[in-house]
Each structure stands twice: as C-alpha cells, then as structure tokens.
C-alpha cells in the first residue's frame, strides 16, 4: 500500500509499505478515504517531538470504509463508513471510565501521561497513522464512530481532530457569559478554538498570531478580532490595555512548540532543543490572563521541560487546565452541532491533495504557503 514514510526533519516522502494485519482480535482494517495533515504533525516534521523514528507513517485525523474486523469486535461490520478519533483508548481502564479518553493506561502503557495516538512518535505508542491508504485500528468497538448518513466526509474528517480539540480548548477555558477569551494561534486548532468560544457565551473573541493570511481567515470563519503581534511592542501589553488592564478572563495557548515571538524562546525551544520547544505562546497566555483566570492549553509541546513562569501562575491565582481532546466524549454534541448548522468543519479546509503528493502537501503547509489552512490527503482508491 501506498504511504507516508518519515526520513528524518523536513523529509518525508511517498512509499510503498506492508498492508496492516489483524493483530488482535479487538483490531479492524480501516481503508483510508481522508486524512489531515495536523498543525501538530508539523512538530513531528521539524524533529521536535523525541523518539520520532525514521520509517514512521503520521496522520492522527482519518477516515474511512472497515475492511476487517477482528473476531471479537461487535459495534462495526464490514462496509461501515467510520470516523476514527485520534485517541486511542481500551474503554476499559480508570481513566477511560472517566471519560479521559486521551490518557488512555493501556493503549500506551510505557508512558506516564499520554495514551495512545495514530501517528505521533512512539512516545504515544508508535502507532501508524492514517497518511496512508490502510490502518490497523486497535480497540475497533471503542473508538471508531460510524458516519451519519449524509454527512460530508470532508466535515467527517475534521471531527477526528480539529473540531472536538477546538471545541474542548474553549470549554476547559470554562468561559462564561460575556467573558474575554483571547486565543493565541490562528492555526486550524486556534480558529476552531474562537468559534467554539461564542457557543459558550463569550461577548469578545480576539485571536493572536503573525501570519495575515490566517488571520484574515478566522475573521471571516470564526466572526472573531484579529491581530498581527509583530504590530505590537508586547502581545501582554496589548491584551492588557484592551480589556481595561485587567486581562482577558481567558486565554488558550493553541500554538505549542513551535511558537515564534521570542529570540530566547525560538533559540532553547526550537535551535538548541535545551527544552521542549518554544513556550513564546503560553508565557504570553499566563501573563495576558487576569487574577484568578484560566488559562487553557491544547498546543502540543514535546516532553518533558519548558521555561514557564510558574511563579506567575501562582501569584495570580491562575487555573490551567490541559488535556489532549477526550474525542469520544465530544462527538455526539459535536455531530449535532455539525448537523444543525452551528459548526462547519469542512468550511476551514483549503487544499485537497493526492496522498502521492503528501511531500509537497507538508511543505506547502509547513512553510505557510498558497494560503494554506487545512490540508486534506485523498488516496487514490477514494478518487475513483
């Protein structure tokens, strides 16, 4: 089968690799019809996320038809059109129960803090992902949801990733009516994040990055502020002065590792690698937040230290709140909102690309070019 090979930072390539088999006997074979390429998976082609082994095939956002099923799985059958959440989780464990389905303990059993996900390094299980024309899927009667009939596979896909991740950023911020909620990163996860935010009560939206391009987008997708901080002398600063220097009442932090803005941040975090990644973006969050705000955290950040100013946190009276998306948990209100009109998914994709031509996908969204918001890979077997 066709798919995406990783030889190392800024190279990957198209190759032919072994069909998945049924491992186990909770498995099923998905043939991939979407994937995505994440704003996170461009912290895997810049070689920032440890133990990001050459060979690896990425992609954490799919979907597509069951193939194969193994003998104990009972909720799909062959011929099933499914969404396949970017966590993997056994249902089963204490966390899983408590709905954390993103810290799954059994699906990534050698780590302290993240469970399993597609496609994201083998600190998250060095599972393959979906840039591919086929994937094993594990925990089969766990994860994967069967498409509503009529939904557009297009929003079907962003419902993996983007959507309930936005949608959580907002919600972990636990904003209220009328509340601030500035957003650092107009990314797909940052936009998502500001359109989620009006769902649940905010009276102003304002989100931050450099790129005009994708500010002028969550303008018009999101109904949100838009500001280039490069206009600015402090991002804090302005935050300060816009909400009558109080600070916003919250502020998420949808960049991560790769946030520019800060010579020392952009020099530790993404030159030297002396910690894990730039934190540009989450100083700013907790320095623009208000006394006794939340800060909400989705930007993915590469293990284990960064340089972060906790006394900061403590002296304000801050609360972060983190997680990867519990997407399971998310997709029954997420499906209804996609289909009552409230969320338009597939309006945030720009780019349709051959999975045969995902090296020029990455690089064209990685470099930040032809306007470039969303890019989803079709395999050949979908475009026939």
């Known amino acids: 089968m ?13 190759d032919q690799k072994p069909m998945p088999e049924i491992e186990h006997p909770e498995d099923a074979i998905v043939r991939v019809t979407r994937s995505c390429i994440c704003g996170s998976d461009l912290h895997l082609y810049n070689g920032l996320v440890p133990d990001t082994r050459v060979g690896s095939t990425f992609g954490h956002e799919f979907v597509g038809v069951v193939e194969e099923v193994g003998s104990e799985v009972r909720k799909l059958k062959v011929g099933d059109n499914v969404l396949v959440p970017f966590n993997i989780a056994c249902g089963k464990c204490a966390f899983c129960k408590q709905e954390l389905y993103g810290n799954c303990h059994e699906s990534n059993p050698e780590a302290t803090a993240v469970g399993g996900i597609f496609g994201y390094s083998h600190t998250a299980g060095g599972y393959a992902g979906g840039q591919a024309e086929y994937v094993r899927v594990p925990y089969a009667d766990v994860g994967p949801t069967v498409i509503p009939p009529g939904m557009d596979p297009d929003d079907a896909v962003l419902l993996t990733d983007v959507v309930p991740t936005g949608y959580q950023a907002a919600e972990m911020g636990g904003i209220q009516p009328g509340d601030t909620v500035v957003i650092f990163g107009a990314g797909p996860i940052g936009i998502m994040a500001a ?39 402090d991002p804090v600063v302005f935050v300060k002065k816009t909400t009558d220097w109080m600070g916003a009442d919250v502020c998420i932090d949808a960049v991560g590792a790769d946030a520019a803005g800060n010579a020392m941040q952009t020099i530790t975090g993404r030159k030297l690698m002396l910690q894990a990644g730039s934190a540009t973006a989450l100083h700013w969050a907790i320095n623009s937040v208000k006394k006794g705000g939340i800060v909400s955290i989705v930007g993915v950040y590469g293990p284990t230290d960064n340089l972060v100013p906790i006394g900061n946190v403590v002296n304000k009276g801050i609360t972060i709140r983190a997680n990867q998306a519990s997407v399971k ?35 064209i969204f990685s470099d930040k070019l032809d306007n470039c918001i969303k890019t989803v890979l079709i395999p050949p077997s979908a475009r026939t």
């Open 2 to 14: 066709l798919a995406m090979n990783y030889r190392g930072p800024l190279r990957v390539r198209i």
């Open 195 to 233: 359109k989620c935010s009006w769902l649940f009560g905010a009276g102003r939206v304002i989100i931050i990055d450099q790129v005009e391009y994708r500010l002028e987008f969550a303008k018009n997708y999101a109904q949100c502020e838009a500001y280039d901080f490069r206009s600015m002398d």
């Open 329 to 363: 948990r998310l997709l029954p209100k997420l499906i209804d909102h996609v289909q009552n009109g409230r969320i338009d998914p597939k309006g945030m994709i720009t780019h349709w690309v051959p999975l045969e031509e995902v090296s020029d996908a990455y690089r």
